[in-house]
């Protein structure tokens, strides 16, 4: 069983920058591909970004150019670090590892974090 715990949302001003971070339980985090996925009221749950094992990233047209996922095996931690925030990035964030990074597209695996709320709003 993976667990998942993530951290680093908030409240914050248009234009401004916040941090997620998604710690991973377990050893093989390095062998794992990670999402991070949205979910806004009344939306369903979508990709945001992702990134495969080797580091080959994907992003959400809505997000490219603004929002960076990275990971540090060491760590076991992935994040997303997101610039220029739009009041329509508010939504709950969420993590997922182990999923399947396959011909440049993400498929979610049933490993799911808790979720992060992320608010921007002047």
């Known amino acids: 069983q993976v667990q998942l715990v993530e951290s680093g949302g908030g409240v914050v001003q248009p234009g401004g920058s916040l941090r997620l971070s998604c710690a991973t339980s377990?050893?093989?985090?390095?062998?794992?591909?990670m999402g991070w996925y949205r979910q806004a009221p009344g939306n369903e749950r979508a990709l945001v970004a992702a990134?495969?094992?080797?580091?080959?990233?994907k992003y959400a047209d809505s997000v490219k150019g603004r929002f960076t996922i990275s990971r540090d095996n060491a760590k076991n931690t992935v994040y997303l670090q997101m610039n220029s925030l739009k009041p329509e990035d508010t939504a709950v964030y969420y993590c997922?590892?182990?999923?399947?990074?396959?011909?440049?597209?993400?498929?979610?695996?049933?490993?799911w974090g808790q979720g992060a709320q992320v608010t921007v709003s002047s």
């Open positions: 997922n590892a182990d999923g399947l990074y396959f011909n440049d597209e993400y498929s979610p695996s049933t490993y």
């Open positions: 377990g050893s093989m985090f390095r062998a794992y591909a």
């Open positions: 990134i495969a094992s080797g580091g080959r990233r």
